[in-house]
């Protein structure tokens, strides 16, 4: 079960060692006053010079009963209480000459119970039952007042009001005054001690937001490099296998033609060692990346081409006006197309046709690569993170993907990406333009 400060279960933690040594310091120190106290109150004669007051040892051990218990009042705030308040009306009693410390050390323990009293239901039933019985005590005290001989004869009083009553009604302000002291700032000190607990709570789980925030931010970051590598490096390595096995198959009767796939075999080497440093720079640099440095839609061509020498029939067709696309859209369709064609060749194999067609809406641009599935697949094996991949850019954009088998045999992939309004663009200057669509075979 969690202390939730946030809860009325919550329970204040228990005194430190620190706080320990300082309680016990000071009750010995509230003794010691206590006692110089007492040895200047039997000095004046504080209960007259017949020695009314209570021998030096039975005075000393009843203040010592007022304030020694005052050391353990964190730890059992109630029962310090209690037995202070017992102490004290001893002090009254017998009686002892000194008031003001013992009063002090009640006001203490009265405080503690709402300072530190765990349970919050007993904290207020002790406090209550000790101010009760302290008013009690006060109005039998009034009633022996009333009959004993104040030496107030000569007093003036205040209009209707004798002496002895202006007495006990002055006390009585004292008293109300005094215990609704002790009760108010000790239930002040619990829910200020409250408080600081739910600001350290809301700070600890801020912190632990924010190492979560960060290790998910590590988790993105890691997830972003493995799909850059994925599609950067595995296009190129699947392009040099099926380079290497057409150059293999065709050096012992076509020469030239082995040299020609073993020519396409270095140029796809060569393409895959630049975007591994360009990735690798962009891991290293801490500045912001020039997006003009990585490929986009407009590299397309190039793409296409060096597909076409690993053996695929690969059609080409841009639909609509042409429109600047943000660099990270870019980016990420020609990162789709990339990952399109490299699964043509695993799965579909040499030989298959491919369409590429790339759609220009007002406000949205859409891919699609589509095959027939008419090719020599080969054993080429994967783990599924293409298709993770092209989904999480897509996702990342706000767009859709469409990834499943044809009807006619093939796959198709689909990519609908929405554009900022910034990125559309103004209409045509006369009515009767129409979209242009560029072929290529």
């Known amino acids: 079960m969690t202390n939730d400060p946030e809860l009325l279960t919550w329970r204040r933690p228990g005194p430190t060692p620190g706080e320990r040594r300082a309680d016990a310091g000071i009750a010995v120190g509230l003794l010691a006053l206590a006692i110089g106290?007492?040895?200047?109150g039997r000095a004046f004669g504080m209960y007259g010079e017949a020695g009314g007051a209570a021998p030096l040892p039975l005075a000393v051990g009843v203040l010592a009963a007022v304030t020694l218990p005052l050391a353990w009042r964190r730890r059992y705030p109630s029962v310090v209480a209690v037995v202070a308040?017992?102490?004290?009306?001893?002090?009254?009693?017998?009686?002892?000459?000194e008031a003001t410390v013992s009063n002090i050390a009640l006001f203490m323990a009265i405080y503690t119970i709402g300072a530190w009293e765990p349970d919050r239901r007993r904290a207020t039933v002790v406090r209550l039952t000790i101010v009760a019985v302290m008013f009690v005590w006060l109005l039998t005290s009034f009633f022996r007042a009333s009959t004993a001989d104040l030496g107030l004869e000569d007093a003036a009083g205040f209009g209707a009001m004798t002496p002895v009553a202006a007495l006990m009604l002055q006390q009585t302000m004292v008293n109300v005054l005094y215990f609704a002291g002790a009760y108010w700032f000790g239930n002040h000190a619990w829910?200020?001690?409250r408080q600081r607990a739910v600001g350290e709570a809301?700070?600890?789980?801020?912190?632990?937001?924010?190492?979560?925030?960060s290790q998910q931010a590590i988790t993105i970051e890691r997830l972003r490099i493995a799909r850059e590598l994925h599609d950067?490096?595995?296009?190129?390595?699947s392009l040099m296998g099926v380079q290497a096995a057409a150059a293999r198959a065709l050096l012992a009767h076509d020469t030239r033609a082995a040299e020609t796939q073993i020519e396409a075999l270095e140029d796809s080497s060569r393409g895959a060692?630049?975007?591994l440093y360009n990735l690798l720079g962009t891991l290293r640099d801490d500045e912001a990346v020039d997006p003009d440095s990585a490929p986009g839609i407009d590299d397309l061509d190039d793409l296409v081409a060096e597909s076409r020498t690993a053996g695929l029939a690969i059609d080409v067709q841009r639909i609509g006006e042409p429109q600047p696309l943000p660099p990270l859209v870019s980016l990420n369709l020609y990162?789709?197309?990339?990952?399109?064609?490299?699964?043509?060749?695993?799965?579909?194999?040499?030989?298959?046709?491919?369409?590429?067609?790339?759609?220009?809406?007002?406000?949205?641009?859409e891919l699609e690569v589509a095959d027939d599935g008419a090719g020599r697949p080969t054993r080429a094996t994967g783990a599924g993170l293409g298709l993770l991949g092209m989904h999480e850019r897509v996702k990342a954009l706000a767009g859709t993907l469409v990834a499943q088998p044809r009807l006619a045999g093939g796959f198709l992939v689909r990519a609908t990406v929405p554009l900022p309004a910034a990125t559309t663009p103004p209409p045509a200057a006369t009515p009767t333009s129409v979209p242009t669509l560029e072929s290529t075979r």
Request: no cysteine; proline share 1%; aromatic share 2%.
């Open 37 to 40: 106290s007492l040895v200047l």
């Open 85 to 97: 308040a017992v102490a004290f009306v001893a002090v009254g009693e017998i009686p002892v000459a």
């Open 191 to 193: 829910n200020a001690a």
């Open 202 to 213: 809301r700070t600890q789980e801020l912190q632990r937001e924010r190492a979560r925030l």
């Open 232 to 237: 950067a490096v595995a296009h190129h390595v």
């Open 273 to 275: 060692v630049a975007e």
């Open 335 to 365: 990162r789709i197309t990339q990952e399109s064609l490299t699964n043509v060749l695993k799965h579909a194999g040499t030989g298959a046709t491919v369409s590429v067609r790339l759609r220009h809406h007002d406000g949205s641009v």
